[in-house]
């Protein structure tokens, strides 16, 4: 059975919340130190970015198994969803550097090298779901 | 929730013991400014000894006190960055350019003074 928290991020504290709430679970499943503080750095980055363009949205944190041949292997899944104004150029996000906020523009590409798996799908106008996948080694 | 700024001597020390929000950050930047303009401190060490995590908009917020200090004539040393912070900051592509470090609060005052003498 997998463990899911949902936290709603539309102030700064959410930012913290949804970094407490997926360190913990990081804990839980057995990361070490330094992905749990990958895991944290990535759920903090979307999560700003949630409460920066869109004002409001979730964080979903979860666990998830996958199963191969050789046996099953377990991760932290993180779902960043709002209905804020979407991404109009994705390539232009994934740049080292690009920022509309001011700050290091290292938030979503980041985000892709802290974690294992990457996903954005935004529609204009309607919203952003990113996900990303850290696996247990 | 403010973060204390000590003084000793010279110098201003700050223990970071809470991973930092937004706001107690730039709360931060803020009263380290104004300390360093009331006591005339040449300089100050910041330990990160207790943060487990800095985010691309902290490690900006602190990057900037270092150059604001720098404007204003005081040198910052950061101390005690712990391993999974420092590989997180390098996996996401942050560079903390100019930023002196040392490995704990002791050697973080000695390069301090080094720097002074300067």
Redesign the interface.
């Known amino acids: 059975m997998s463990v899911q928290s949902s936290v709603e991020v539309h102030t ?2 959410g ?2 919340s949804a ?1 407490q709430a997926g ?1 913990n679970l990081a804990k839980e499943i057995g990361f070490g ?2 992905d ?3 895991v ?2 990535a759920i ?2 979307l999560a ?1 970015n949630i409460y920066l363009y869109a004002e409001k949205g979730e964080i979903i944190i979860e666990t998830i198994e996958q199963y191969h041949s050789s046996g099953a292997k377990k991760g932290i899944k993180i779902t960043a969803k709002d209905r804020g104004p979407g991404i109009k150029n994705i390539r232009e996000v994934m740049e ?1 550097g690009f920022t509309t906020s001011g ?2 523009g ?2 979503l ?2 985000v892709k ?2 974690m294992d798996d990457f996903d954005i799908d935004s529609v204009v106008g309607e919203g952003t779901v990113i996900t990303a996948v850290k696996w247990l080694r | 929730m403010r973060i204390p700024i000590l003084k000793l001597q010279q110098y201003l020390l700050i223990s970071v013991q809470v ?1 930092l ?3 107690t950050a730039l709360q931060f930047q803020e009263d380290l400014l104004n300390k360093i303009h009331q006591e005339g401190s040449a300089g100050v060490v910041i330990d990160l000894t207790s943060v ?6 902290i ?2 917020v602190l990057g900037d006190v270092v150059e604001m200090s720098n404007l204003m004539g005081a040198r910052v040393v950061m101390t005690g960055i ?4 420092a ?2 900051l390098i ?4 560079i903390l350019d100019d930023v002196p470090t040392a490995l704990d609060l002791e050697q973080g005052l000695e390069k301090l003074q080094q720097e002074l003498e300067e």
């Not at chain 2, 487990?52 to 908009?57: G, R």
């Not at chain 2, 996996?91 to 942050?94: E, L, P, R, T, Y």
């Open positions: 700064e504290w930012i913290v970094r360190r130190s330094v749990q503080a990958r944290t750095t903090s980055e700003r080292d700050g290091l290292a938030g590409p980041g090298r802290l | 991973d929000d937004d706001q487990e995590m800095i985010d691309s908009f490690a900006k712990q391993p999974a912070v590989i997180t996996d996401m592509g942050i």
